[in-house]
């Protein structure tokens, strides 16, 4: 009769192949939480124990470390001496092998995970299982995800049995899966260190900057139609041991495209920036409006209002579930994709009507936690390797500011301080200028933005795009706060955001010349606040 393994730490569907397989005439084979699970299903099971003559010991460390199960595995069938041997030694052959392994990953992601509870879940017999399966694919079956067990079934049925293809692609999976899995065993350990004879996790910055080393695995999500041009091949990955693709779901519209995917990321960084409801729409990876307002919907208008003609076509994230008012107040414009946090099933019909309108829903929960933005790395390929940083939140602006409660670094430079609306309008400015281009410099009201300069060579000429932005749309800037991503390196800059009509300016200071630029603010009469830091965005 032949043998199946089955040692499974995630159980899924596990009962129901237990059960395919026994019909198909095999005996069960099994360890620990896996065999009560089968034998309370009512299954009859053989323990690995039995086959080794071996206890389970040491706490489960050592289960399946053992010639009787390994020399079952790697027996290669049409070599008569592997054969003879096993018989030799009364070794049962195993056909089919069906591991997954301690969750590893999932344990590293806790908070506060002690150093000695993340190395129990370093799993070896697994690995061991899995290779041996995978080394010897043409006469065993190796499973190692619960999502291709009634394909094993379906295989099992063809009167030839399972197809040369169909072993080497379960191979091809089983050898992926346990190099992931010693990728997020690397990754992690890399964020420890040795403190006096004490293991250290040092979640207090990136591995980015501790380890000597970063290991990734990535998993392909889908093929791209193309990149940022048609002539460009792409494709949409994630990092397989993170499980970042679990936590995006896309409701409806055509495929994503390469541009697509890198708007709504910038879109979501700005949603994020804010807990107030708010909405964003980006154009080419610049915001053309952010805004807050009572509601989704709201938000949604002020924040397509800000600049209507280049909203059209754009790409919109709002930080709130989309409800039906937002929806309609969505589908009212042409909008090529939009991303939040929920979408209510109310305004699913809505959003419906658009139906080439890209749809999806994304956890921002992680993103959004200011406490754990340091743990975001973001990486970028040059000519000379690959770049990596943590990600930029503008945590200093986190909290209202007011003249009685100011994040550390931030100080008034001027003679003139903000008013009470002006450090509201400052605080918005500065978590959106922290998302557009550099150079930039934005301004804004309150609770959304009046004109954007994006991306330019010089302060000045931001200060430009900006104002001649807000001519066209005949917005008027007598009033508004503006940002400025960057020091200003001359008196220049600042006098043509006076000249705009600003009365307020928040910048992060440290030029050598901020004498000069501080006493072009005050013959001005503007308020002007340095945070002491940038947020160059490239």
Not at 213 to 230: A, H, T, V, W
Not at 277 to 291: L, Q, S, Y
Not at 365 to 372: I, K, N
Not at 403 to 420: I, N, Q
């Amino acid at each position: 009769m032949p043998r199946a393994l089955l040692s499974v730490s995630d159980k899924t569907g596990l009962v129901d192949l237990a059960r395919g397989l026994v019909d198909h005439g095999y005996e069960i084979v099994s360890t620990g939480g896996t065999a009560r699970a089968l034998t309370d299903a009512g299954l009859a099971v053989i323990n690995v124990s039995d086959v080794t003559g071996f206890p389970e010991m040491m706490d489960g460390r050592v289960k399946t470390l053992h010639p009787k199960i390994h020399a079952g595995i790697l027996a290669r069938r049409d070599h008569s001496g592997d054969v003879a041997a096993a018989h030799a030694h009364g070794i049962e052959l195993v056909e089919v092998v069906v591991v997954n392994l301690y969750p590893f990953a999932e344990t590293a992601k806790k908070a506060g995970v002690a150093f000695d509870e993340l190395i129990e879940q370093i799993d070896i017999g697994g690995p061991s299982l899995v290779r041996a399966a995978a080394k010897n694919f043409r006469d065993v079956l190796v499973v190692v995800d619960p999502r291709r067990y009634p394909d094993v079934l379906h295989e099992l049925d063809r009167p030839s049995g399972p197809s040369l293809e169909f072993r080497f692609a379960l191979a091809q999976d089983a050898i992926a899966y346990t190099g992931q899995y010693d990728t997020a065993i690397a990754s992690a350990l890399a964020r420890f260190s040795i403190d006096r004879g004490q293991f250290v996790r040092s979640d207090s910055g990136s591995s980015a900057g501790a380890a000597g080393r970063i290991d990734l695995s990535l998993e392909k999500i889908r093929d791209l139609r193309y990149g940022e041009n048609p002539h460009q091949r792409a494709a949409w990955y994630q990092i397989a041991q993170n499980g970042a693709r679990g936590s995006i779901s896309i409701l409806q519209g055509k495929e994503l495209s390469y541009t697509n995917l890198l708007d709504l990321d910038a879109a979501a960084r700005i949603a994020l920036e804010f807990t107030e409801p708010a909405a964003v729409v980006v154009k080419h990876t610049n915001p053309c409006g952010a805004a807050t307002g009572a509601s989704a919907a709201d938000a949604y208008v002020r924040a397509r209002d800000a600049d209507p003609l280049a909203a059209f076509g754009g790409i919109v994230a709002v930080n709130r579930a989309i409800d039906a008012a937002a929806a309609e107040a969505i589908v009212s414009t042409f909008i090529e994709a939009v991303v939040a946090p929920d979408v209510e099933e109310a305004a699913r019909p809505v959003l419906a009507r658009k139906t080439n309108m890209r749809v999806i829903v994304a956890d921002f929960g992680p993103l959004g936690d200011a406490r754990r933005s340091h743990l975001v790395e973001e990486m970028r390929s040059t000519l000379a390797g690959v770049l990596v940083q943590t990600r930029d939140r503008v945590t200093e602006a986190c909290h209202p500011w007011s003249p009685s409660s100011l994040p550390e670094g931030l100080r008034v430079a001027t003679k003139r301080h903000p008013t009470d609306g002006e450090w509201e309008a400052l605080r918005f400015a500065w978590r959106v200028c922290a998302h557009v281009k550099s150079n930039a410099v934005i301004f804004t009201d309150e609770s959304r933005t009046l004109a954007i300069g994006a991306g330019q060579m010089s302060r000045v000429d931001a200060v430009h795009v900006a104002a001649a932005k807000a001519r066209a749309a005949n917005v008027s800037l007598t009033g508004s706060a503006a940002a400025s991503d960057a020091f200003f390196p001359f008196r220049d800059g600042l006098d043509a955001v006076a000249r705009a009509g600003a009365t307020a300016v928040v910048q992060p200071g440290g030029s050598v010349r901020d004498a000069e630029v501080i006493l072009a603010a005050d013959e001005h009469g503007l308020a002007m606040v340095f945070t002491g830091r940038r947020h160059f965005r490239h």
